[in-house]
């Protein structure tokens, strides 16, 4: 992979010239075996930087949060933030550009492509590894990925261990970057993208319905997707209302009259209409981090639903998220051209 | 025996729930024009008035299919024809979306409709919403993603 000593003494340089407030990166986590994201605000902290397999996690989200902070915090540095971001990540920092959440000037982008690689998905390298605590991901030459275990060390496909976003990874290199590590690697030795949802979409009605049913059924509204995704930002949502407040002085009336769109309990029609409401809302948005699947504590398959809805805006309106933050977005934008014939 | 009877019979005298978004400026004319031209049509379509068929947010939909419909038909001016010029080409766009995405989790492609309707078309209103009701009543009850709460 990426050489990170280069992303190191970048890093260093920007605090040290006082160019930035912050890096924000990874380094090494205390807990399991993934990288956790990390704030760095001094020369030295940049020592403690890591990039590898198991840097997963996608650090926009911390761009979105650290402006609430900021928002509440009253502070007046106004110096950018630096940011260590993958392709998936710089697409969103793309796409929160290309709706004004954040300036362009209030973030350094250090890029690294992922070249042939991409990250591990910890739920497959478990399996995988049959019982055993994974120390230490690292890849191989030629698409191998080397795990390192308590007692010894294994080498596994890439294919069979990586995340399944990065295997379906169109551009594994960040557009957008004020610094690039790495190579740009067009060609992904791991086959063709929307192989999944292509695979889903083929089947019956009966079945997707029952598929679809059986994981609703089971989604506990922990919110974990909607508070893990860099897109989902608005302060008011609308499984809770913040702008309606249920005080002593609320009439039994007000409560009545407000509109309630979908309801917080963890039934299959209302988790239905939250994952479908939260789909709708990032279509033409999502960049496919996968994070969402990934937090989801009963395993529900949430990147289905967005990378079918990504695979619609590109066949239909040949429309990609998070490649350029001045086009106008999927739907605030039209054509003659668009699917017409749907329409009576 | 009595039981398959009972659910034939049923079925015969299901009456679909139909809530129609309609744009003020054409499909709702075109309603007005079905009903002053005394054309004959299901009675079962809920008109909801909205501005634009581009102000149709996707949860008005999924909100109505919550709220127990068993279709939703949304209506607005043809192509070029709108009152604020491209909401409608806004709304084809983003329900297109919509669309595709009740059928990907399952619900029947036949439930969700999109027309257009201008205000001369009283005739193409009441056709649309009788091919609409026919469809649904062989459909049956949406249950998919009724509220049971």
Known sequence: MVPVDDIRARARDLLQSGKVRAVLGYRRGTAGLLAEPAFMTTAEETAALVLDPTCVENLALYLVNEKKRMKHARQSDRRPLGIVAKGCDSRAITVLLQENHIRRDEVVVLGVSCEAGGMVDTRKLNKALRGKVATQVRFDSEGDINVSHLGGSTTLPARDVLANRCLECARAYPLDADFLFGEKVEERPYGPRFTAVAAFAETSREERSAFWDAHFERCIRCYACRAVCPMCYCDECVVDSTSFIVGPTTTADEKADRVRWINRSATRSENAMYHMVRAMHLAGRCTDCGECERVCPVNIPLRLLNTMLEREALEMFQYTPGLDAEQPSLISSFRDGDPNDFVR | ?149
Request: aromatic share 10%; hydrophobic share 45%.
């Open chain 2, 1 to 149: 025996m009595q039981n398959a009877a009972a659910a034939r019979h049923d079925a015969q005298e299901f009456e679909p729930k139909v809530v129609a978004f309609l744009c003020k400026w054409c499909s709702s004319a075109g309603s007005d024009l079905a009903g002053v031209s005394r054309l004959k049509y299901p009675a079962n379509a809920v008109p909801i008035q909205v501005m634009c068929s581009g102000s149709v947010s996707p949860i008005y939909i999924l909100s109505a299919f919550n709220k127990g419909a068993d279709g939703v038909l949304v209506s607005g001016c043809h192509p070029g024809d709108c009152h604020y010029l491209k909401g409608n080409y806004y709304a084809r766009r983003r329900l297109f979306l919509v669309q595709k995405l009740l059928q990907f989790v399952g619900v029947e492609a036949d439930r969700f409709r999109m027309s257009w309707v201008s205000a001369a078309e009283g005739a193409k209103f009441a056709e649309v919403i009788t091919d609409f009701v026919n469809d649904l009543k062989a459909l049956g009850p949406q249950t998919k993603l009724k509220a049971n709460r």
